[in-house]
């Protein structure tokens, strides 16, 4: 039976801030064995809410606390196999500059990847055309954002980039489609579920031929 591990983050926030008065958890991820790591921005009764990333042994206790002061807001996290957290930044927050950002496992900044364009979001709903997709995927890092139907990924070890409108797969009425979460294969093609007009399927896009029907 696999042990479940408790991350009380809220009591951890509480033990060190006593202004502390509500949290809102953005992302978890999970390194076993390694550590647990949780985006997370909390308000707090005096002062401008806080952005951290919390690191948690398999315990649930807390290890280290990494503020996000002169850092953008975390929308997703993700570990990698050597123990490094890759982060997609919340592009509403207006301090970020950068999509990407790498962080080692002592919660240090090693790089910031691919510079932010005006037009990208990471807004998700119907009314943006679906939900935003990150992950690791055969060493690259990547994310799909619905606003403008982009895919954005970075070579982890040479830290290229690949940036490919990918628009949106033809079902029904294109204006009431919706996209749901994305995997992004070895090979480079984005699967998705999408959903429209009473159809529901899930569809493939490559750069070589666009979107079709799984």
């Known amino acids: 039976m696999n042990k ?5 983050v809220a009591n951890a926030i509480r033990a060190t801030d006593p202004t502390f008065s509500g949290v809102s958890i953005y992302d978890v991820s999970a390194l076993k064995p390694g550590f647990i790591e949780v985006a997370a921005v909390y308000a707090r009764t005096t002062g401008s809410p806080l952005a951290l990333l919390w690191f948690f042994d398999w315990s649930g206790a807390l290890t ?3 503020v996000l002061d002169k850092l953008p807001q975390i929308e ?7 123990g490094d957290v890759w982060a997609l930044n ?10 990407f950002t790498e962080f080692d496992p ?5 790089r910031k990847l691919v510079k932010t364009r005006r037009r990208w979001s990471t807004d998700e709903s119907a009314s943006k055309g679906g939900q935003v997709s990150f992950g690791l995927t055969a ?3 990547w994310t799909w954002l619905p606003s ?6 970075v070579n ?8 490919r409108r990918t628009g949106l797969p033809s079902v029904g009425n294109n204006a009431r489609i919706y996209l749901g979460k994305a995997e992004l294969q070895a090979d480079g093609r984005l699967v998705m579920e999408v959903l429209g007009d009473g159809d529901k399927g899930h569809f493939v896009w490559s750069a070589a031929t666009g979107w079709k029907r799984d």
């Not at 927050?93 to 950068?98: P, V």
């Open 4 to 8: 479940s591990a408790v991350c009380r």
């Open 76 to 82: 997703s996290l993700e570990i990698d196999d050597a």
């Open 139 to 141: 060493g690259r890092v």
């Open 90 to 99: 919340d592009l509403g927050d207006r301090g970020a500059k950068c999509l």
């Open 148 to 153: 403008t139907r982009t895919l954005v990924s």
């Open 64 to 66: 280290r606390k990494v």
């Open 106 to 110: 002592d919660g240090s900044v090693v």
């Open 156 to 163: 982890e070890s040479k830290g290229k980039s690949m940036i």
